[in-house]
């Protein structure tokens, strides 16, 4: 008898028919409630589980006593509780690598856009404000030239690194809880504590996975460090930030500006002050998505699955 897979997000066609010739597959497009009872019956029989962002936890994973292996399509990892699925030894992977220069060139977009107030000013041509030729108050700041801070200097920080330094002629200073010699040969980017980072970066760009050490790691304390002229970019996990702080630091001009793809809570409450503020950019988490990356991060976590299905060890085990 095939091995019964359950799949939560939406995947291309050939990720289905892949999945579909080895096991038995069943189909939530769109889930949005992980308490869905359907969702919850079939998880008493399923040995594999794909999607992405659900939370897994001991909770749910009660209702799933034969489950071997948990695929995640993305990265960041945070939506599992690994110590629990080790316990039950159970399997989770990701899918790292094929999203690097796509979320790269989101986040330095965003950086851009940031910068230059581009949402903001694209609103203003739209509605009809242009009328005159003097427009001092639209003027944004120069990204080239200037020192960006990475906090977090892993595969998407290196990629922002390698634009930053190749394509802005930006000074690149970062911070870790290893050193990356490789960066510092090749984008001469230059190690520093946090708290010097914070001091002297033009733009802080926070690029960690979210964990207990990195929940609220920047907060009102780090935003004080931060220049008054700082653009704070966070392009890795809401919960890394103290958002209240975040907001204090934006209404009260402690920090320029800030471009984010990532929230607190997600979706953001339509009510956030964060949405009202005109010095804030916001994506709605949209990183690796293109349809290109996307499909291939489904291919990779229907390849990890199977590996682990099978009874090796899958590419991207998390460890
Ligand atoms: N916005 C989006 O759509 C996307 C967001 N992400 C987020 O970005 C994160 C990073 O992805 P990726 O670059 O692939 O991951 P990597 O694991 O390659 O890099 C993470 C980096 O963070 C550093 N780090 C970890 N913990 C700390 C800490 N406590 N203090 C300082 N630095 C730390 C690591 O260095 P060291 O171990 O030396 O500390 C490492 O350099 C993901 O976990 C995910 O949350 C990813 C993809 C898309
Ligand atoms: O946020 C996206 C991820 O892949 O992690």
New binding site residues.
Partial sequence: MKQKVVVYKKVPEDVLMFLSEKFEVIYFKNLEDRKDSNFIQELHTAHGLLGSSLKIDKELLDHAPNLKIVSNI???Y?NLDIEELNKRGIQATNT?GV??DT?ADTIFGLLLATARRMPELDFYVKSGKWNGTKNEDLFGVDVHHKVLGI???????KAIAKRAHFGFDMDILY????RNEQVEKEFNAAYCELDELLKTSDFVCL?????P??DKMIGEREFHLMKDTAIFIN???GKNVDEAALIYALQNQQILAAGL??YEIEPINKDNPLLKLPNVVALP????ATKETREKMARLAAKNLAEGLAGKVPLNLIK
């Fill in positions: 993305s990265v960041g945070d790292p999203l690097v979320t906090i977090g200097m892993g595969s998407i920080g911070h870790n809880r290893s690029m960690t996975p979210h964990t050490e990195t392009g890795s996990r793809d990532v988490h949209i990183g690796s």
